[in-house]
């Protein structure tokens, strides 16, 4: 589909079908994530493509908790919003209920995992937290994202499983040195899936020569 399109209409999605991905729709997927630029053109970053259901239940086992303890405290937000822009965040958070309660049937979660030794990440020593190794691997994630989209697969970057890393490291095999930073369950969507999505207009996300 159109490049722009499928940006503009990458909606997170959580509603997902456990009806399996065919093989040759999966290596498009991700095989777009390999097109994604690195410094250095180290791709310091490795894919663990999970579809063994004892370990998806395990991966939901750990996410569960988790996202409950998340929505609890999304629910004290909620009452200091607008009436409409709440109903909007209930919708999303019962989206979030059926994956945290369904992650274990959906077909495929990837896991992106990285390994910093191979990253030049040129703000380690800045007084804050340090973003810049996340441009070697998030836009891996953001092509595997828009390559779902064109496919007509539900997706959506979910990162609360960094919680609980050692044990997700244990469970896969994920070797020292190794560290992970998304989890995105891949599959069709339950229902209409992608759509429209609302951020805030250019305007106020750029400023010209000053901020």
Same mark, same amino acid.
Request: hydrophobic letters at 40%; a neutral charge; charged letters at 20%.
């Given at each position: 589909?159109?490049?722009?399109?499928?940006?503009?209409?990458?909606?997170?999605?959580?509603?997902?079908?456990?009806? #399996?991905?065919?093989?040759?729709?999966?290596?498009?997927?991700?095989?777009?994530?390999?097109?994604?630029?690195?410094?250095?053109?180290?791709?310091?970053?490795?894919?663990?493509?999970?579809?063994?259901?004892? !370990?998806?239940?395990? $991966?939901?086992?750990?996410? =569960? #908790?988790?996202?409950?303890?998340?929505?609890?405290?999304?629910?004290?937000? =909620?009452?200091?919003?607008?009436?409409?822009?709440?109903?909007?965040?209930?919708?999303?958070? !019962?989206?979030?209920?059926? $994956?945290?309660?369904?992650?274990?049937?959906?077909?495929?979660?990837?896991?992106?995992?990285?390994?910093?030794?191979?990253?030049?990440? /040129?703000?380690?020593?800045?007084?804050?937290?340090?973003?810049? %190794?996340?441009?070697?691997?998030?836009?891996?994630?953001?092509?595997?994202?828009?390559?779902?989209?064109?496919?007509?697969?539900?997706?959506?970057? /979910?990162?609360? $499983?960094?919680?609980?890393?050692?044990?997700?490291?244990?469970?896969?095999?994920?070797?020292?040195?190794? @560290? /992970?930073?998304? @989890?995105?369950?891949?599959?069709?969507?339950?229902?209409?899936?992608? %759509?429209?999505?609302?951020? !805030?207009?250019?305007?106020?996300?750029?400023?010209?020569?000053?901020?």
């Amino acid at each position: 589909m159109n490049l722009y399109d499928a940006m503009s209409t990458l909606r997170a999605v959580r509603r997902l079908r456990p009806d #399996p991905i065919p093989e040759d729709v999966l290596e498009r997927v991700l095989n777009a994530a390999t097109w994604a630029p690195t410094g250095g053109n180290l791709q310091p970053w490795h894919m663990v493509v999970v579809r063994d259901q004892a !370990k998806k239940k395990s $991966l939901q086992d750990l996410y =569960l #908790p988790r996202w409950q303890t998340y929505n609890g405290h999304y629910e004290e937000r =909620l009452a200091k919003m607008p009436e409409d822009q709440a109903e909007k965040s209930r919708k999303s958070l !019962k989206a979030g209920d059926y $994956l945290a309660e369904n992650l274990g049937d959906v077909p495929v979660i990837v896991v992106f995992c990285f390994n910093p030794s191979n990253m030049a990440i /040129t703000d380690a020593k800045q007084d804050r937290p340090s973003i810049v %190794g996340g441009g070697s691997v998030y836009p891996a994630v953001q092509n595997l994202l828009l390559a779902a989209r064109s496919e007509g697969l539900g997706c959506v970057l /979910t990162t609360l $499983l960094c919680m609980d890393e050692p044990a997700v490291k244990n469970l896969l095999a994920i070797p020292e040195g190794w @560290h /992970t930073c998304a @989890h995105i369950p891949l599959g069709y969507p339950v229902g209409g899936g992608h %759509g429209s999505i609302s951020r !805030k207009p250019l305007a106020k996300m750029m400023s010209v020569d000053e901020f």
